[in-house]
C-alpha cells in the first residue's frame, strides 16, 4: 500500500496510507440503514440520462481528502452523457461496464441501506473521456445509484444520493480493486440539477442556476504527458494546492458570492468567465493549471486575447472549456493558428438528469 505524504505548510505535514479494499468491504451508510424503507420494485427497466460536468475550481483543498469528501467548488453541466439501464431481479447481480468494481461497491451500500434482497441487471455507457477533467465517475456514479433508487421505487432523496456517492468515492486499481478518492460533490449536483452549481463543504449543495443558455461549448484537450489521475493527482491537490488554498480561499469565496452569482442572475458570460478568469491563479486552481508546465496557462491566455467570453481548465485538466456564441466554424478558423483541436461540441445542459421506463 502507498503512504502518500500530506504537506500544508512548514509545521503541516502528515502520511496518509493509500489502501486499496474489495467492492462491498468498506461500506459509508452515513446511518440511513436504521430506518426501514417501503420497497416497491419496478417492472421493465429503468434508464437514466445524466450530464457529464465541467469542474472549475474546489474552493479549499484544506476541507477534503480521500475518505473525506467536501472542500466545496464550483462547475456547470454539459450535454455529454452517460447512462444507466436498471432491471430488478430475483437474486443475481450483473455489471455490464468496464469499470464494474465502482459500480459493485455503490450496489452494496444501495443494498445494504435499503435492505433489498433481490438483484439488479446494470448496464452502463459513459462518455468514454477520462481523467481528462469531464468527471466520468461522478457523471456514471449519479446515473446508477439514480436508477438503482427509482428501480425499487425510490426510497431515497436526491440529496441522500448524492451524500452516499460522496462518501463511497472510489476509483479502480489495477488490480480490480478500489480505493477512496477526491470528491467534491460538484459532479453529481451538476447532473441532478443541470446549469452551474455552486457548493459548500460536506457536499453541501449552496445554489444553482441555468448557465449559458443556447450558447456552444467547445472542449479542447491540448497535448500533454502529465498525468491528472492516481499518486500524481494526490501528490497535486495534497501538497502545493492546500498550501495555495491557505492564501486564496477567502478571496475565491467573495468571488463565488459578490460576483459569479450576480452574473448567472443576469446571464451575463462575459462576466462569469472574467470570474473565471481570476480564479485560474488563485489558490488550488493554480496549482492544477501549473501542473501542466505552464502550457496550459499559455493556450487558455491566446483564447483570451482573441475575445473569447469564457476560458476555464475542468477539474486538474487538461481539458479547457470554451463557452462562446461563435459557432464551430468560426471557432476551427480561429484554433487552427494556435495549434489546437476541438475534442467535443456542446452545450451547457440546464434540464439535468432524466428519468425513463422501458417495458
Known sequence: MAIMKIRGGDLDLVEYEFGTFAPGKNLKTLGLEKKKYSLKPVTGTVLVKAPARIHLTVLDMNRFAPDHPGGGGIGFAIQCYCTAEVRCTKKEITIDYNRAPIVKNFVEVFRKITGYKGGFAIRVTDH??????????????IAVATALNDAVGSPLTVTQLRHLIGHNYVEETADGKIAFGFETGVGPAASIHGGMVLMGDELSLVYHHSFAEGRNVYILIPPTDISSAGTQEFDLLMNKARTLDYRDRELKAYLFLMDLVPALER?????????????????????????????????????????????????????????????????????????????????????????????
Open 128 to 141: 468514454e473521456h477520462k481523467h481528462v477533467g469531464l468527471g466520468s465517475t461522478s457523471t456514471v456514479m
Open 267 to 359: 446571464d451575463d458570460v462575459r462576466k462569469i468567465g472574467e470570474v473565471i478568469w481570476e480564479i485560474e491563479f488563485r489558490g488550488s486552481k493554480r496549482a492544477e493549471v501549473e501542473h501542466h508546465s505552464y502550457g496550459i496557462y499559455h493556450y487558455m491566455n491566446l483564447l483570451r486575447e482573441r475575445k473569447l467570453e469564457f476560458v476555464g481548465m475542468s477539474s486538474v485538466g487538461p481539458s479547457i472549456a470554451v463557452v462562446t456564441e461563435l459557432d464551430k466554424s468560426a471557432m476551427k478558423k480561429m484554433l487552427d493558428p494556435l495549434g489546437l483541436k476541438i475534442a467535443i461540441v456542446t452545450k451547457a445542459d440546464n434540464k439535468g438528469l432524466v428519468i425513463t421506463r422501458t417495458d
